[in-house]
T-cell receptor, first 114, second 111 residues
Framework: DGGITQSPKYLFRKEGQNVTLSCEQN?????MYWYRQDPGQGLRLIYY???????QKGDIAEGYSVSREKKESFPLTVTSAQKNPTAFYLC?????????????FGPGTRLTVT | EDKVVQSPLSLVVHEGDTVTLNCSYE??????LLWYKQEKKAPTFLFML????IEKKSGRLSSILDKKELFSILNITATQTGDSAVYLC???????????FGGGTRLMVKP
């Protein structure tokens, strides 16, 4: 089945630890995105990548890092520098042709840092 | 900076009611506006609007865009409990490949 997978579904970490969230897609999409969602809020863009080995900061990139070594994978690392990391993290991808502005979302990872 | 504001923040209705959700935006070089429905996890795509005055319809849901007044509405008629969700509005501009999301409207439909 084609789609976007995120793992794990729930993640618990102690403050001060870095943690990496996985995002994989087999849709052959060029562009991939990471969003953060806080309770009762919309989505805020953390990072995005339009092509392998290239990525751009979104609105709230501080305390986060990404890599895009393969087209199908776009992992997000939440570093200890992120002051309030507890949130719901959504990964998305989209093709760069056709219905290009329709983003397809993964199921999300809920991160809790204590 | 692009901006999207949705109203109301939340809404509680009874089954069978009709609801209208609002989305206003400020964006440089507007390209399209998208509506998503988010239940528990991943947002699912509803509509993409690019032209003013042309209604998009899917079953009991419909949406229209006004590019002069910079807003869109999402209508849901004969609401059902399965319509309970957060509805997200997002805009895209010509400059980049990003979506700017509004804060969402949380709809609860009671039996």
């Amino acid at each position: 089945d084609g789609g976007i997978t995120q793992s794990p579904k729930y993640l618990f970490r102690k403050e001060g630890q870095n943690v990496t969230l996985s995002c994989e897609q087999n849709l052959n999409h060029d562009a991939m995105y990471w969003y953060r969602q806080d309770p009762g809020q919309g989505l805020r863009l953390i990072y995005y990548s339009q092509i392998v080995n290239d990525f751009q900061k979104g609105d709230i990139a501080e305390g986060y890092s990404v890599s895009r070594e393969k087209k199908e994978s776009f992992p997000l690392t939440v570093t200890s520098a992120q002051k309030n990391p507890t949130a719901f993290y959504l990964c998305a991808s989209r093709p760069t042709s056709g219905r290009e502005y329709e983003q397809y979302f993964g199921p999300g990872t809920r991160l809790t840092v204590t | 900076e692009d901006k999207v504001v949705q109203s109301p923040l939340s809404l509680v209705v009874h089954e069978g009611d009709t609801v209208t959700l609002n989305c206003s935006y400020e964006v440089t070089n507007f390209r399209s506006l998208l509506w998503y429905k988010q239940e528990k996890k991943a947002p699912t795509f509803l509509f993409m609007l690019t032209s003013s005055g042309i209604e998009k319809k899917s079953g009991r849901l419909s949406s229209i865009l006004d590019k002069k007044e910079l807003f869109s509405i999402l209508n849901i008629t004969a609401t059902q409990t399965g319509d309970s969700a957060v509805y997200l509005c997002a805009v895209n501009n010509n400059a980049g490949n990003m979506l700017t999301f509004g804060g969402g409207t949380r709809l609860m439909v009671k039996p």
